[in-house]
C-alpha cells in the first residue's frame, strides 16, 4: 500500500475575516517513521492535571501510588472513569490487587509529592500526609479532590493498559490551584 503523505507545503489559508496568510512550512512525518521521542514531543503540547492513583497494597497493608496525567473522565451513568498505565509499572499491580483505589486530584503546591510518586521504588509515602476515604483507601492532604474507585474493565492497548474504573464516591477536598503538567513541565492554571 502507497504510504500517505503528510508533508504539506508552505500553502495560502484564508483567515476568518475573508484575508489570505502564508501557513509555516509543515513537515509531519508518516505514523511509519515516528520515533518515541517525535510522539512525545507532540502528545506533550496537551495540557493536563495530573492525578495520583493510591491505594492499600493488600500483601503489607501500607499505602502506595503512582502519578498519572493520562486520567479522564468517561461516563456518568454509570459513573465511570479512565487512565492508561505503562506495562512497565512495578506500582500498577500494587494497586491493581486492592479492592479499591483512589484518584487524587493534584493540586499545584503537590508537585514534590507528584515527583515522589513517580520514582520507582522506595517508600513512595515517606513524609506524605493522607487520610482514608470511606472504604479506607489513601486520600492525599492537600489534593483537590479525590475519587474512590474499582477496576471496571481493562484494555490492552499497545504498552500500556486503559483502565476503566467505575466510582463508587468522590468528593471535593483541599482548596487549591490545579498541577498542570505541560511539555514535560509543571505549572499552574492562572484564569
Ligand atoms: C506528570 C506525570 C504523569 C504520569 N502519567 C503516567 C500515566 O498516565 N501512566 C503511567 O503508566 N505512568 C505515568 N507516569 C509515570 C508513573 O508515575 C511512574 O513514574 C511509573 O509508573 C514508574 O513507577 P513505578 O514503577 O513505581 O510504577 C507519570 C509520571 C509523571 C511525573
Redesign the pocket.
Known amino acids: 500500500m502507497a504510504e500517505t503523505a503528510y508533508a504539506t507545503s508552505r500553502s495560502d489559508h484564508r483567515t476568518a475575516n475573508g484575508s489570505r496568510e502564508k501557513r509555516h512550512l509543515m513537515t509531519a512525518a508518516p505514523v511509519s517513521e515516528l520515533d518515541g521521542s517525535r510522539f512525545r514531543s507532540v502528545l506533550g503540547h496537551f495540557a493536563t492535571g495530573?492525578v495520583a492513583i493510591t491505594a492499600i497494597d493488600p500483601e503489607t497493608g501500607k499505602p502506595t501510588g503512582?502519578?498519572?496525567?493520562?486520567f479522564t473522565s468517561v461516563s456518568l451513568e454509570p459513573a465511570l472513569v479512565a487512565?492508561?498505565?505503562?506495562h512497565?509499572?512495578?506500582?500498577?499491580p500494587l494497586l491493581r490487587a486492592a479492592d479499591r483505589l483512589c484518584i487524587n486530584m493534584l493540586s499545584e503546591p503537590q508537585i514534590a509529592v507528584?515527583?515522589q510518586?513517580?520514582?520507582?521504588?522506595g517508600d513512595k509515602f515517606a513524609g506524605v500526609d493522607w487520610s482514608q476515604s470511606p472504604a479506607g483507601t489513601p486520600v492525599l492532604t492537600g489534593a483537590l479532590a479525590w475519587l474512590e474507585c474499582s477496576i471496571e474493565a481493562e484494555h490492552l492497548a499497545g504498552d500500556?493498559v486503559i483502565i476503566v474504573a467505575r466510582v463508587h464516591s468522590l468528593d471535593i477536598h483541599d482548596e487549591g490551584e490545579p498541577l498542570v503538567?505541560y511539555q514535560g513541565r509543571y505549572g499552574r492554571f492562572d484564569g
Do not use: D, E, I
Open positions: 495530573v503512582m502519578a498519572a496525567n493520562s487512565f492508561c498505565v505503562a512497565t509499572s512495578t506500582t500498577w507528584c515527583k510518586l513517580a520514582v520507582k521504588g500500556h503538567f
